[in-house]
């Protein structure tokens, strides 16, 4: 019988395929116990499952690009730690020999066990690292169940997979996309969270929120995904496929007049230009930006090449990923960010502080590089040989106060003196700019301004700390929302100060590729937009609708409001979607 469940879409996007439920524990295990003659084959079983689980991982590694592969890579290298894990092993053989349990019931019970090891410590960090323990065991338990119902599989194989669970960890998320799922849907969940993220970037069609998805979906009913609408409907009727059919038809036009501008100019609906930078760290996105017209890079993370190694990148590696970079934009701006470690982002090379009761608050970004000065100078070296390739200029993340921009200064003109005594050859003049995502930088940003030549504007930190609120913390919705004023009138003032002193500003967050935020930025007065290159067409489209002039009279209004529902309905009224 068909019946519908609504959500909150995420992703937005259409998809029709089999519910693929994964939850741990609802896993059908068999419990029974093994008899001495089947043990070998069971732990066989249990070792095939853990090497198809390694396989996955190791796969879906190589198969990441763009700005999110960083964060995802974490997620991975942390599973991959897990599975390699010697007592986690030990334990398993031992369920299986000794215990006699079937590796389905040996999986579940060690997940159990760590998961109130992790509990019950202190560090709020490790503690959150239980749903890494419960991701892995579940990739491995989901390895085990495709050898037993290969039948089963190929017949959902055919009209792909929606995975419904309680949340979805974006290695999962970006690993099942490879194998073919189709769109997710959660019981819970944030339109902000990484795996939301991860999904509109991927462009599959996500709903959160369907709060009693995993009761009234069972496995393998035929569901529709309606992120266009919200909806997710079980038992689709003939009807529904013909609305799905239409969708996709539209969808197909849609994308094909989008294309069509690659090679368009930026301009508003009353011709004011915009530029449109890229958010870049891959090779893969530097294609990306060219191939979709981006006037250069804005934000080039280069975390990327020291997490993905324990020993520090060589300043010759590094060299080489930041000239490969500056030579593939082919003649146009790249904006190369410093070193921006710490918080979240915990390197493998041990350079990150431990036992922080508070890593978001603590050394992260230049307050790390500039405690560690000879390896921040390797960086700054590499850069510098860099910029001999093409125009850079350099971004200073997580800037608090001037007295950090002039240290960066310092180790830069030290460095230049250094190669200079090599006879190596230097660029004449780097531009110098701060990233402006702490609540001081931004209300004190004419100080900094003195010894910043241009401002970026990280709406994702910016907006965590000026709302006390963690970015990643799903049950913080309601006050992490890029519509709230207090946000709104720090980055209108930013822009303003900029546009005063002369200095570009550029705004890299989340928000700077969402079209639902074109009309709000532009309103606020930002022409300087960052993003996810598969975002450039969106955008310049969303700006070819809107009227620039009309906007700005409309940001005293914006920036006035009282909550961030009220500009909400302020946007619906002065820029309808
Ligand atoms: C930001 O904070 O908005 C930003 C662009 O940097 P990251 O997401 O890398 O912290
Ligand atoms: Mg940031």
């Given amino acids: 019988m068909r019946h519908t469940l609504s959500g909150t879409a995420a992703s937005r996007g259409m998809a029709l395929g089999r519910a693929r439920l994964v939850q741990p524990s609802r896993y059908l295990v068999d419990t029974r116990p093994l008899g001495e003659e089947e043990i070998e084959a069971e732990l066989e079983r249990l070792h095939r499952a853990l090497d198809i689980a390694r396989q996955e991982l190791h796969e879906l590694r190589g198969k990441l690009h763009g700005a999110l592969a960083r964060e995802v890579n974490e997620f991975i290298d942390a599973h991959s730690l897990l599975l390699d894990d010697a007592e986690l092993l030990r334990g398993l053989d031992e369920l299986v020999r000794i215990g006699h349990y079937r590796a389905g019931v040996a999986l579940k019970k060690q997940r159990d066990r760590l998961v109130k090891v992790f509990e019950a410590m202190d560090d709020p960090y490790l503690r959150s690292r239980k749903e890494d323990i419960d991701q892995v065991i579940s990739r491995v338990i989901s390895a085990l169940q495709r050898q037993t119902t290969r039948e089963e599989r190929k017949l959902a194989a055919r009209v792909g997979e929606i995975l419904v669970a309680d949340t979805v960890a974006p290695a999962d998320m970006a690993h099942l996309t490879g194998s073919g799922l189709l769109g997710a849907l959660t019981t819970s969940g944030s339109v902000y969270s990484h795996s ?43 009807q529904d496929l013909a609305r799905y059919r239409a969708w996709q038809r539209e969808a197909a036009q849609e994308g094909r007049r989008l294309a069509a501008l690659a090679n368009a100019p930026t301009l508003t609906r009353d011709g004011v230009g915009v530029r449109l930078l890229a958010n870049a760290e891959m090779p893969a996105d530097i294609a990306m930006a060219r191939a979709r017209g981006a006037d250069g890079v804005g934000l080039y993370r280069t975390e990327f090449l020291f997490l993905r190694q324990k020993e520090l990148p060589s300043e010759d590696e590094q060299f080489i990923a930041y000239r490969d970079l500056v030579l593939g934009m082919g003649g146009l701006p790249v904006t190369i960010r410093t070193l921006d470690l710490g918080a979240d982002k915990a390197d493998a090379a041990g350079l990150v502080l431990r036992g922080e009761d508070n890593p978001a608050l603590g050394v992260r970004g230049v307050r790390l590089s500039l405690r560690y000065p000879s390896v921040f100078t390797t960086q700054i070296r590499a850069i510098l040989r860099a910029a001999c390739y093409g125009p850079v200029r350099v ?68 907006a965590q700390y000026v709302l006390a609120a963690d970015r990643g913390n799903d049950a913080l919705d309601n006050i992490y929302n890029p519509l709230q004023p207090a946000l709104l009138r720090l980055i209108a003032y930013v822009i303003a100060a900029g546009r005063r002193a002369g200095k570009s500003v550029s705004l890299c967050g989340e928000i700077g590729g969402d079209p639902n935020f074109t009309a709000l930025l532009l309103a606020l007065g930002l022409t300087e937009f960052s993003m996810h290159p598969g975002q450039i067409l969106h955008v310049r489209d969303r700006l070819a609708a809107l009227d620039h002039a009309a906007l700005r009279r409309q940001s005293a209004r914006l920036v006035h409001a009282n909550t961030y529902e009220e500009v909400e309905a302020l946007l619906a009224e002065i820029a309808p979607a």
């Fill in 196 to 238: 939301a993220i991860l999904a509109r970037s991927l462009d599959l069609p996500m709903l959160v929120g369907a709060r009693d998805a995993l009761s009234v979906i069972h496995d393998d009913d035929l569901i529709l995904l309606d992120a266009e609408h919200g909806e997710i409907i079980v038992h689709p009727t003939a």
């Fill in 395 to 462: 971004l200073v993340p997580m800037v608090t106060q001037p007295d950090e921009l002039i240290a960066v200064r310092t180790l830069f003109k030290l460095a230049r003196a250094e190669l200079k005594r090599e006879n190596v050859d230097l660029p004449e003049k780097l531009q110098v700019g701060a990233m402006i995502e702490v609540p001081a930088a931004a209300l004190n940003v004419r100080a900094l301004m003195e010894h910043a030549d241009f401002l970026a504007i990280g709406t994702n930190d910016l």
